[in-house]
């Protein structure tokens, strides 16, 4: 029996009785330097699992330096997807002297017929392979099926409700006798939704009697879901439209069948962090909203550490801030001026992919002819605020206590027209910036005006896209010239490698097209359905930018524990990855490079 580690995927979707089968069926194998290990064409025979040296994956239809598409040290393994498909369509060749297990062909497809999580694992792409890397993370009382997969049909109550003419006495009694919060109100507009709250308010407080129906005080406006969305995304939009119910609905516009309530959400995910959200809306003051805004890294670590998908929970948090920003808007500034006046905030805040709060990226738009005296000292204190409340100010200085950064929605278009005209670096920069703004307080449809300009201004202008495009090739992604990571002691940087070209490159397709999202994820759907990009190279984008976030998280999370040992939370050390984690990152860092050289020949930037 072989003594080998089968302690990481795909070894770790055997149960023990599996893992012994593998120790008892395997040999070792030595193959010398350059020797051709699996040739193209060659029927597959054996698994191949490196136990020490270097193994290179050969596409030898490809010339010279393109021919290399890989490469595996100890812990990878290579030729199960040989077995399955019949034979290689790659060859693989020993870089230095290398000892392999080698698991016959009969073994492994017996393997695959008793486990299928285990064939699972070698037909499956970037996408599938990084939630089993979740998944393998997950860890504490929730499971990632019971949080993250759990749906609105499992936690909905069954819809409360009365015609439009009920009256308000009715409405109380019915509520009474059926110990609910809020009931539904039924007209030709549609459902309306009255709660317990409304009914006190429209008696003591608005003059109506109890005779008043219920279509005079019901609210129309409302959020909906369907029953098989997930209620993570549920928290999400309750946090982001300040509602503590939606309604359930099969399809748009079809009766309700559910209503989800916020208590209902917390309660089924049942652990205190998740009521941080609850504590922001509930703040009452300053001082209170400083007590649950220092909450929000207890609320990143639970959520990463049960495996939530990332897109979640950048969501959540990206919801989150902007209602602590929000809030500590309505407290310092006067309500006179929100109407006319629009806090903004940019970069990956603005993009909603920022989890761990990060620098001050903000600004302030007012409208035309407003008066508003002591706006600086405002703003002033806003900044000053927001320090307080985690957020820090911004080595570019770009806040709104830096007059360069309020205007109004004239002088912001101005702004504009220059940045296009002047197009250098600083010039490009600023209008990446404020592609990606987003409306956390005031009056958004300001920013709508002056991101409407900005299009305009842009939008058509090749040689600007050309010069806006070029900016996303300005660093080399971190592989070797044959295809295989680069292994600094230092660690490779996954903010400058990875992340920057994927949300420039997506920033500015976006740009060029008029998509007035602004986080990376939804621009690659608006891009796919525009038809820019192939929903296999969006998917693909898309996986790879979680892939890289969540790893440069993991590091960040570290530096807050104390355990980052100085390090730069943009590096990772590909020494210290599991065999998973460095198949994934060198599986994303290609995806990287071949959206870059698409981004080249559309924009022409191989000519500049």
């Not at 010398?32 to 064409?41: A, K, S």
């Not at 605020?385 to 101005?414: A, D, F, K």
Request: net charge negative; glycine share 8%; proline share 4%.
């Amino acid at each position: 029996m072989v003594d080998v580690d089968l302690s990481q995927p795909p070894f770790s979707f055997l149960n023990e009785e599996g893992r012994e089968r593998v120790r008892h069926g395997i040999d070792l194998a030595y193959f010398d330097r350059d020797e051709i290990i699996l040739e193209t064409g060659q029927p597959g025979e054996y698994v191949f699992l490196i136990h020490k040296g270097e193994v290179a994956e050969l596409d030898t239809t490809q010339p010279g330096a393109r021919e290399r598409i890989g490469h595996y040290t100890a812990g990878d393994l290579f030729g199960a997807i040989s077995i399955l498909n019949g034979k290689s369509r790659y060859r693989f060749r020993a870089e230095q002297e290398c000892l392999c297990y080698l698991m016959p062909k009969a073994l492994f497809l017996q393997l695959c017929d008793d486990y299928p999580p285990f064939a699972e694992f070698f037909r499956q792409t970037l996408a599938h392979k990084a939630r089993l890397l979740t998944e393998q993370r997950a860890e504490g009382g929730v499971t990632m099926a019971g949080f993250m997969l759990a749906r609105v049909s499992e936690c909905m109550r069954p819809p409360l409700c009365m015609g439009a003419q009920t009256t308000i006495a009715e409405a109380v009694a019915r509520l009474h006798e059926s110990h609910a919060d809020s009931l539904l109100v039924e007209s030709e507009q549609g459902a309306g939704m009255v709660t317990k709250t409304d009914l006190l308010n429209a008696l003591v407080l608005e003059g109506h009697d109890r005779e008043s129906p219920l279509r005079e005080i019901a609210h129309f406006a409302l959020v909906t879901v369907r029953p098989e969305q997930y209620l993570f995304e549920v928290l999400v939009m309750m946090t982001r439209h300040k509602v503590e119910r939606v309604v359930v609905q099969e399809a748009e516009g079809a009766p309700p069948t559910g209503v989800v309530e916020l208590t209902d959400v917390l309660s089924y995910f049942s652990s205190r962090s998740y009521v941080v959200s609850l504590q922001v809306e509930q703040a009452d003051s300053l001082d209170a909203l400083f007590r649950a805004s220092r909450r929000t890294p207890e609320l990143v670590k639970a959520l990463m550490a049960q495996g939530v998908k990332l897109r979640f929970a950048m969501g959540l948090l990206a919801a989150l801030n902007g209602r602590i920003m929000s809030k500590a808007w309505g407290f310092l500034i006067d309500e006179r001026y929100h109407r006319d006046s629009c806090l903004m905030v940019m970069g990956s805040e603005g993009r909603g992919e920022q989890i761990l709060k990060t620098d001050q990226d903000n600004g302030l738009i007012l409208a035309d002819g407003l008066e508003w005296p002591g706006v600086s000292e405002q703003m002033q204190r806003l900044t000053e605020t927001l320090i307080e409340l985690g957020y820090p100010p911004c080595p570019g200085h770009i806040m709104v206590n830096n007059p360069e950064w309020v205007g109004t929605v004239s002088q912001w278009r101005e702004r504009i027209a220059r940045w296009a005209q002047r197009r250098d670096g600083d010039s490009l920069m600023k209008l990446a910036i404020m592609l990606d703004s987003h409306a956390v307080a005031g009056n958004p449809a300001l920013l709508e005006r002056v991101r409407e300009a900005l299009f305009e201004q842009c939008s058509r202008d090749e040689l600007l896209l050309s010069y806006f495009a070029r900016t996303a090739l300005r660093f080399s992604t971190p592989l070797t010239l044959f295809g295989s990571l680069k292994k600094p002691q230092h660690g490779i940087d996954i903010k400058k490698g990875g992340i920057f070209p994927i949300v420039h490159g997506v920033r500015t397709m976006a740009l060029e097209r008029k998509i007035k999202p602004t986080s990376t994820l939804e621009r690659l759907e608006a891009l796919t359905a525009d038809g820019r990009l192939e929903e296999r190279v969006a998917e693909n984008l898309a996986e790879a930018l979680s892939l890289f976030t969540e790893l440069r998280l993991k590091q960040q999370l570290e530096r807050l524990d104390g355990d980052g040992n100085g390090k730069s939370p943009d590096r990772v050390v590909v020494q210290q990855l599991s065999s998973l984690e460095r198949d994934l990152l060198r599986e994303a860092l290609h995806i990287v490079k071949d959206f870059k050289q698409s981004l080249s020949q559309r924009y022409h930037l191989e000519y500049s």
